[in-house]
């Protein structure tokens, strides 16, 4: 059953970025609310970031960064059913040290049937997961997450720890027959030093057991698997001390994330396929990027069901936690008659017809003076 959860980056954190996210910055952004930029302070421009993945030809996601900013990364695809496809994607400021990174989740595979450690022992791949001895959170990120995406770093210092149960139990999803479903997630913030400069950074994971019990047989007694995930990872850097005060502007990034359903669709029809594959004892080895490119676009009924499931999820975390944190405020956007959230404190807001945002804090700023795009005020949400 657990080979049935959607796993891959897009598919499930677009929900827990808006909760766990909101929930880890709150603090700051109230802090933020508190201190407007002056009408002196140069307007901040967003624009629209859209990946186009090349395996599969459509786009994947889109999302808002600040102007000027940079982005890395890109979409792998494998022949691991449990995982079909992975994003590691970074979006950063060239010219400083703010960074928003999205990282890839990691899939596992344990047993206490002595059977199937004969075959697959530790350190081993089965259908191309890794079997490993499941971990807790705080050996997720010291023994999974830090060594991998941050290995090497100088300094190294804990700054805080802190549980965030509402990604947990979104981490965990709905419950599922023969399935004992159980989850933690939390964020750890951290300082350090690398390229000789101090940054801090709050990484956010959570760790996920979907475990099967399964009968005695003539080999063996009563036995259990467990595919486990350390899944919605992501994190948030600023240069040491400045971290809360880009609360706002990451808040906006995370909240504009936006999966394309016919993206989404190749992932749920390729890890399907990979699973009756493995089933049938077919290797799929170096053909998951021409099995997604197959793979149809559409959603079934009840694929469509759990994809508007996700998306009503989404939809209620941002605007709860918009409402509650008030790191970001609503718009209107006059072109694409849509709300769009922007950091807080500014007041005034611009778009263009490509999708591309101004937010000023001086009423008498206007854009068109000094582009030749078009571009309209934006009235408050209601």
Known sequence: MALAQVRCLFGCLIVGIAMGASVGLAAAAKERQASAPSQAAPPLTFVTYTYVDPAVGIEAFRLLIPKGWQAQGGIQWSSNPALPATSRFRFFNPQGAEQFELLPTQSFF???????????PPGTL??????????????????????QFRGGIEGFAVVSREAVPDLAKLAVGPAAPGVESRGDAGKLRFAYRADGQAFEEEMYAAVTNFVTQLPPSMLAGPSFIDYWFVDYVFSFRAARGELDAHAPLFQTMLFSLQVNPRWFAKVVNTKEYLAQMAIRGIQAVGRAGEIAARAGSDLR?????????RQAAQDRAAENFTDYVRGVER?????????????????????????????????SYNPNTESNQHWEPMPPAR
Request: no cysteine.
């Open 331 to 363: 718009f209107m956007d006059p072109h694409a008659g849509t709300e769009v959230e922007l950091p807080v404190g500014y007041g005034y807001a611009w778009a263009n017809d490509l999708g591309e945002y101004v937010i000023t804090a001086s009423p």
């Open 301 to 309: 009924a009840e694929q469509q069901a759990d994809w508007e499931r």
């Open 110 to 120: 344990w047993t206490d049937n002595p059977l199937f450690l004969s075959t697959n």
């Open 126 to 147: 089965r259908f191309g997961t890794l079997v490993a001895p499941p971990v807790d959170l705080e050996g997720a990120f010291a023994r999974v997450l830090l060594p």
